[in-house]
């Protein structure tokens, strides 16, 4: 069974064995609104946790998509590209921003689970 | 335009309102605005430039200017021919200082021979009011209307939705303004904007904005528009942000506003910093704002780096996005003159990325303005 993870930026990751799946939040998507840029990182790149890793973009600004876990890309979303909205929409399914393997499985530790993510949004209001 | 922590920020008469139709508050310009509501600053945009939208504008800095030769007074500190105005017509201008930069940019109405009425930006007013009543004290008297909020509203139903409760509306002409009541309640009516859109913006007392603001919401095509849309919908009509695209060491000639400049007072001067600015429209400025159409798909931000085709640094993006009717993303900035022409190739730095774009002729999206 996979197990969903979480950053404090907002990022989800989804283990699936070796390898993760990594997107933005359905809080993340509703802060920064209409999305209509995304860049997704190209396979072979490789991951520092807590770096840049692809970058989203609303109509009112532009935010960086950090890596939640070193590793490196095995895949990006390449339908983002062309149609950004998926973002908002399907923000935990087609909305995916890249596939990575993961260097250390032990940093999995260090995301927070679902029910800490939820506490972590509900003190953000 | 910085933004400031909660507790310090003003709050404009219709900051209830806001709050129950769920805008998501920010501070802009020392005051606590709505960004957008639950619409989204995509859908707000479309719905003014389809049907129409009402802004809170309330921040901005309205005041009278009275006096025996004001118009004369008030050309002192501007580029502008005031004198030929009309009593009703309206004029966009630029305050400026005396090496030619811009201290704000302003709609200047003619009330009648010895009165204007003036609204300037948020964060400009203080600064602009003082320096107003400084420069023309003991000709002129500058009255604050701080008891009066400033609603906008813009798109092509604008005019049909305002003539249910103010009929003569509609047959204003563009840039003009008067006084009417909205019911019961007195307003100064001006036909102009900030969108590209025909629209209005409404001067209303303070104690019954709310009250006119949910009237013109209970039309089926008015949505309430927030600071977002505002932004994305003047940057695709091509008009200038205060603070971004124009400020204090910018000239109207490189900002490409020599048309705010009057024929008469390009021959007379007589304004602060002339000798500055009609140096450089006589014989060119070293920079000059641009539209600048980025050719991927990527939104170039303010302060992206432009360079020309060789790589060299010829420039910066002072305003850029994504623009929702132009459908992709838009930008202006400045770049060195001999860079300034249409269909130049540029190349715009985004996250350490060279993307392809050119000079383009604004307005992105063409202006709608209403005419007679």
């Not at chain 1, 993961?102 to 995301?111: F, R, T």
């Not at chain 2, 004001?70 to 200082?97: F, H, K």
Request: hydrophobic residues 40%; negative net charge; charged residues 20%.
């Amino acid at each position: 069974m996979s197990e969903v993870r979480y950053t404090k930026d907002h990022e989800w990751v989804r283990i699936e064995g070796a390898t993760a799946v990594v997107g933005i939040t359905d809080f993340a998507q509703g802060q920064l609104g209409d999305i209509v840029f995304v860049e997704v990182p190209a396979a072979g790149k490789d991951l520092t946790a807590g770096g840049e890793a692809a970058v989203v973009e609303s109509v009112k600004a532009a935010s960086e998509v950090y890596a939640p876990l070193s590793g490196k890309v095995v895949e990006g979303n390449a339908a983002l590209p062309d149609a950004p909205e998926t973002v908002n929409q399907d923000p935990h399914g087609k909305g995916w921003f890249f596939k990575m393997t993961l260097n250390n499985p032990a940093e999995v530790s260090g995301l927070m689970d679902q029910a800490a993510y939820d506490k972590f949004v509900a003190d953000l209001s | 335009m910085v933004d400031q922590s909660p507790e310090t920020l003003k709050t404009t008469p219709l900051e209830a309102l806001h709050l129950a139709r769920g805008g998501k508050m920010v501070g802009f310009a020392g005051y606590r605005m709505p960004v957008n509501y639950p619409l989204g600053v995509l859908k707000e945009h479309l719905h003014t430039r389809t049907a129409a939208g009402v802004f809170d504008v309330s921040h901005m800095g309205q005041a009278t200017l009275a006096g025996e030769d004001v118009i004369a007074a008030m050309e002192s500190l501007v580029p502008g021919d005031l004198a030929s105005l009309t009593p009703g017509q309206i004029r966009y201008s630029v305050l400026t200082n005396d090496d030619g930069g811009i201290i704000d940019d302003l709609m200047i109405t003619k009330v009648s021979d010895g009165v204007l009425y003036l609204v300037v930006n948020a964060a400009c007013k203080d600064r602009d009011f003082a320096h107003i009543g400084a420069r023309l004290a003991g000709r002129a008297v500058l009255t604050r209307h701080e008891d009066a909020a400033l609603i906008a509203l813009q798109g092509p139903k604008a005019a049909a939705v305002l003539a249910r409760f103010i009929p003569a509306a509609e047959s204003m002409p563009f840039m003009t303004s008067a006084t009417d009541k909205f019911g019961d309640v007195p307003v100064r009516l001006s036909r102009s904007g900030y969108t590209g859109e025909d629209g209005y913006e409404i001067s209303v007392p303070n104690a019954q904005v709310v009250a006119v603001t949910e009237k013109l919401l209970s039309a089926p095509e008015v949505e309430l528009i927030g600071l977002g849309a505002r932004d994305s919908l003047r940057l695709e009509a091509g008009l200038c942000l205060y603070g971004s695209d124009i400020d204090t060491v910018t000239t109207p000639i490189e900002g490409a506003l020599a048309w705010v400049i009057g024929k008469r007072r390009r021959e007379e001067g007589g304004f602060p910093g002339a000798a500055k600015i009609l140096g450089h429209l006589k014989d060119g400025a070293p920079r000059r704002r641009v539209g600048v159409k980025p050719l991927s798909r990527a939104p170039a931000r303010a302060h992206t780096e432009i360079q020309n085709a060789d790589g060299k640094k010829i420039g910066e993006i002072t305003s850029g996005g994504f623009g929702p009717s132009y459908n992709g993303p838009v930008a202006m900035g400045y770049v060195e003159t001999a860079y300034a022409k249409p269909g130049t190739p540029l190349q715009l730095i985004v996250r350490g990325q060279s993307q392809p774009a050119e000079v383009c002729t604004l307005p992105f999206v063409p202006h709608r303005y209403f005419k007679a």
